[in-house]
């Protein structure tokens, strides 16, 4: 069997995307999507997804983890799927499509490769001892730094949260971010890739979130992040209860289209 395929990346969050709109591709394979994601032995890839039709949107936005398994919302993701859309001619400048945790509006250059994705409200974050966890279309553990986080073993020290006895059973993805008074500096361990990603849509979100939270900050927010693969940026507006009009943006870009012989 063949697979054609398109690659791309937000802010070096890579993924596999394929036009699934016609249903050729039975996707409920674990073991064969891992494969596909594998850096050695397949495309390689953070996560797959597939764009599909759906009733009422645009498309319909199906995601995978790198380990073959359902995933919750991306936030990278998304935005790159955005940009496949209008790539593939679905959409022009804006769009209303449908992903796993509800319906979402993004809009897009003209160019096509900067991506603004409105994500979910979210009005309960909760902490654990000094840090902070909340979910953003995925749950998210935010551990705020005093010290350099670029020599951090984030591997280890993520892992060891993510599989601690609290969240081990339904997974976390964990962030760690130095203030640098003018950005954020983010560092991610993703459960389903299961190790350090150059970004994450939601991780980052749930960073500007929280860090609005430590520093009693409301009104209308917007916060510069840094992340291995370049700058993202997340607008939003907090009240000191909810926050709303939640924007993730960012570079969306294709790197590469190909067929896989599976």
């Not at 036009?19 to 409920?28: P, T």
């Not at 596909?36 to 936005?61: A, N, P, Q, S, T």
């Not at 790198?66 to 209008?86: E, H, L, T, W, Y």
Request: aromatic residues 12%; proline residues 2%.
């Amino acid at each position: 069997m063949e697979l054609n395929f398109y690659k791309y990346q937000g802010a070096g969050n890579d993924f596999v995307m394929v036009d699934n709109r016609k249903l050729g591709f039975n996707h409920h394979n674990p073991a064969l999507l891992a494969k596909i994601c594998d850096r050695r032995f397949g495309v390689g890839g953070d996560g797959i997804m597939f764009l599909e039709e759906k009733e009422g949107y645009d498309f319909e936005m199906v995601y995978y983890n790198a380990d073959g398994q359902p995933s919750s919302m991306c936030g990278n993701g998304g935005r790159c799927i955005v940009a496949f859309a209008k790539f593939l001619g679905i959409i022009n400048q804006e769009t209303d499509f449908l992903a796993v945790d509800g319906p979402h509006y993004a809009k897009i250059s003209e160019e096509g490769d900067w991506v603004s994705l409105q994500m979910i409200d979210v009005d309960v974050i909760k902490t654990d001892g000094a840090d902070y966890v909340l979910n953003t279309g995925s749950p998210h553990f935010v551990r705020l730094e005093k010290s350099d986080i670029s020599q951090k073993n984030v591997f280890e020290e993520g892992r060891s949260i993510r599989y601690n006895e609290t969240y081990k059973k339904e997974g976390i993805n964990v962030n760690f971010v130095e203030d640098k008074q003018d950005y954020l500096f983010v560092r991610t361990y993703e459960r389903g890739v299961e190790d350090e990603t150059y970004a994450c849509g939601t991780g980052v979100t749930a960073v500007a979130l929280a860090m609005a939270k430590h520093k009693n900050l409301t009104g209308h927010i917007s916060t510069p992040i840094k992340v291995l693969g370049g700058d993202l940026n997340i607008k939003f507006d907090y009240d000191g209860q909810n926050y709303k009009n939640i924007f993730l943006e960012g570079p969306a870009k294709q790197v590469f289209k190909g067929l896989i012989i599976l």
